[in-house]
């Protein structure tokens, strides 16, 4: 059984500048979630994506935007860049339903100049 | 507003002794699950312990166990026998039936040989 990888690992990117980051589910799971971490805080919830459709999302602008895909990867996409993006982007992948415990990837730490 | 707040910024603990660490939470909503994840220096979150709120019965894991008080919504891990590989930083969590993770700010844990 595999768990969650990400890619990559780290990235530095300009402000204004557009970033992809990539998110393998782990086998079996076919619903991803998105979390945003700056640091010395918890994790913030961006959105979750079930069946290749948004199915929540948090306190976060539309240049956040996501995809997943039928083998239920998924990816993230930050458009228009700003200082304050700079963070750990964590992917968690988990069985769809209520209360289901959620499995973490280990990260990208984004870097924004 | 559901929250989720860990009073102790850092906790530090003799190996081999016990440290209990804190976690109070908000939510109007009934049924939830709380969880204790770990996240070491490697940024791997992993999870720690679940408790179903809707058990009155304390979960425990090995050397890892929780204090579950739902009336006084609070939910504190404790760790006995503290080991090296216990350093971490700890997040108290929750999950609503939306599927989204309430973290805490988290508590760094160091363990003194």
């Known amino acids: 059984e595999t768990g969650v990888t990400q890619s990559p690992t780290h990235l530095i990117k300009t402000r204004g500048q557009q970033v992809t980051l990539r998110c393998s589910s782990q086998?079996?799971?076919?619903?991803v979630s998105w979390y945003q971490q700056a640091l010395g805080q918890g994790p913030q919830f961006i959105f979750q994506y079930y069946r290749e459709e948004e199915n929540g999302r948090g306190n976060f602008p539309p240049r956040f935007s996501g995809l997943q895909f039928p083998n239920y990867s998924s990816e993230l996409n930050v458009n228009a860049l700003e200082l304050d993006d700079s963070a750990l982007y964590l992917c968690?992948?988990?069985?769809?339903?209520?209360?289901?415990?959620?499995?973490f990837g280990p990260g990208t730490r984004l870097t924004v100049l | 507003a559901q929250t989720v707040t860990q009073s102790q910024p850092e906790m530090s603990v003799q190996e081999a002794e016990t440290v209990t660490l804190s976690c109070t939470y908000d939510t109007s909503e009934s049924d939830y699950y709380l969880f204790w994840y770990k996240q070491p220096p490697s940024r791997q979150m992993i999870l720690v312990i679940r408790q179903e709120a809707y058990k009155q019965q304390n979960a425990t894991e090995n050397r890892f166990s929780v204090n579950f008080q739902k009336a006084a919504k609070s939910f504190s891990l404790k760790i006995s026998d503290s080991q090296l590989g216990d350093a971490a930083m700890y997040f108290c969590a929750y999950i609503t039936s939306y599927d989204k993770v309430i973290f805490g700010p988290g508590t760094s844990l160091s363990v003194i040989p």
């Open positions: 968690a992948s988990s069985l769809t339903g209520a209360y289901v415990t959620q499995y």
């Open positions: 086998s079996g799971h076919n619903t």
